[in-house]
């Protein structure tokens, strides 16, 4: 019996386990030190009905806070409530598939050919993958801004009205995750580049009024005018401390390769556009204003890798010559040919649903990056009371393992309940171990938990601090401990979230 297939719906199988790859692949996902926060203070917020919520878990915040991630982190605890950490890979997914189906309405509307849509899907799918293998409130923001770049590289072709979609775009961002900083500074920048350009003066009217209407629609959360004044004191370019606000050449060869994938799709589309003068001054200068701050920040990489090719990406392609049609092949090879990518697309279903499966309920702890796993397991066991020092990437751990009983001396939440000399008192107590004295003693903690290879670890047994728990990574100490010792998990078994 004849396979009754013709070439839109063989390619349309032979796409199915590539869908499925790109599924697998992004639904691996990595915790993030400050996942343990983010379901906490969701469900907090669910319990109390409230976003002002005080904070019982640090003995040592010395800022009024101000939660710019409420409304992500109560979706994030909703999604946790509902199925657990599958609920959140779920939630992750459906936010990606947002932004592809974003990338692709803006790709669509430039009549692009279908396999030049793709493959610039996947230069977005790639080019964001350094920020999108943990689950937290960013991605929100990235699938945020696929849509105000679909709006603004579209709208002027659609009705009036839809260019005003940015307010309540950018009303919905402001309580989701401060990345609206990211789209702020592009409408700027698109509606300054506006106003210079030589469009219609009714097109200039309408965006410039769109932008400032959706930048002051950011004003719409609990905290209204604050919210601006917080960004603005407490967002910078210089955190030492974090990774992902460290320059991307500093980052190593993987990092200099994602921006290099998409800077060249911008330079390439540049010289395009040049060449042809069909420049358009908006989109190539949001597109280099990103394209230099993600050198800066390599936290911005994947707003790069979006802008360039939803923006500008099309100015190439739409000029690339595909390779002319070959001539059909007699039915019978044509028939082979289908059957042959029916199987291969069962088989390739088959095989990355197994993987799928196998991996859709586990967030994977790296070993690297959290303590040992019976550290929270025995100070929980033996009911441990009070004011904990902890290391920084740990304290959100910490806070969902250990809390009420336990307070943390530091957390993820840095600058938003945390003072920049507090941050820098735990910089000094981590790395330079003659301060030890002075710091403890403003800080009075009751325990005492860091990475056993801190240089301080030794030091602070000679003080009169005594191990509780001793283990490969960490190590737990008290005024009037006793050592336990603690295995950790055998290598290369899975610790998964919310751990032990």
Not at 122 to 140: D, E, M, Y
Not at 170 to 185: K, T
Not at 319 to 342: E, G, I, K, M
């Amino acid at each position: 019996m004849a396979l009754p297939l013709n070439s839109r719906s063989t390619r349309l199988l032979a796409r199915l386990p590539l869908v499925l790859v790109v599924l697998v692949v992004c639904s691996q996902s990595v915790a993030d030190p400050d996942l343990w926060g983010h379901i906490t203070f969701g469900r907090d917020i669910v319990v109390n009905h409230s976003v002002n919520v005080a904070d019982p878990y640090s003995f040592t915040s010395d800022r009024s806070w101000i939660n710019h991630e409420w409304l992500a982190e109560t979706v994030m605890y909703l999604a946790y409530a509902a199925t657990g950490s599958a609920g959140l890979i779920a939630l992750k997914l459906i936010l990606l598939l947002g932004m592809l189906i974003a990338v692709s309405v803006t790709l669509s509307a430039a009549s692009l050919d279908t396999v030049v849509s793709d493959l610039l899907i996947s230069v977005v799918i790639v080019g964001t993958v350094a920020q999108t293998r943990h689950i937290r409130p960013q991605l929100f923001s990235l699938t945020l801004f696929a849509w105000l770049l679909a709006v603004l590289a579209t709208g002027e072709r659609k009705r009036t009205w839809v260019a005003f979609t940015i307010v309540p775009l950018m009303a919905l961002w402001a309580n989701l995750h401060g990345g609206w900083i990211v789209g702020a500074g592009t409408l700027v920048v698109w509606s300054g580049a506006s106003v210079v350009s030589d469009r219609p003066f009714r097109q200039k009217v309408v965006v410039v009024a769109a932008s400032i209407s959706g930048l002051a629609a950011t004003a719409l959360n609990p905290y209204g005018w604050r919210l601006w004044h917080f960004l603005a004191s407490t967002v910078d370019l210089g955190r030492p401390n974090i990774s992902e606000w460290q320059p991307t050449f500093d980052m190593g060869w993987i990092y200099i390769l994602l921006w290099a994938l998409s800077a060249s799709v911008a330079f390439a589309s540049l010289a395009t556009a040049l060449m042809h003068r069909s420049f358009d001054l908006r989109k190539y200068a949001v597109v280099m204003v990103l394209a230099i701050a993600s050198c800066r920040v390599n936290r911005l990489l994947a707003f790069f890798a979006i802008a360039a090719t939803v923006l500008v990406a099309p100015d190439l392609a739409s000029r690339l010559t595909l390779a002319p049609r070959v001539s059909a092949a007699p039915r019978p090879r044509r028939r082979a040919l289908a059957a042959a990518v029916l199987a291969a697309a069962l088989a390739g279903i088959a095989l990355e649903s197994t993987k799928l499966a196998s991996d859709v309920g586990c967030i994977v702890m790296d070993p690297t990056v959290f303590p040992d796993a019976g550290v929270a397991m025995y100070a929980s066991d033996r009911g441990l009371n009070g004011r904990m020092l902890t290391w920084f990437d740990w304290g959100e751990y910490a806070i969902w393992h250990l809390s009420p009983k336990i307070r943390v001396s530091i957390d993820g939440r840095r600058e938003t309940v945390y003072s920049d000399d507090l941050i820098a008192e735990h910089v000094r107590f981590y790395f330079a171990p003659e301060a030890r004295q002075r710091i403890l003693d403003n800080l009075r903690p009751d325990y005492i938990w860091i990475p056993s290879a801190l240089e301080v670890a030794k030091p602070l047994e000679s003080d009169g601090w005594r191990p509780v728990i001793v283990g490969p990574r960490s190590v737990l100490l008290s005024r009037d401990g006793e050592t336990q010792e603690v295995t950790l998990n055998e290598p290369g078994q899975r610790r998964c979230f919310p751990g032990p």
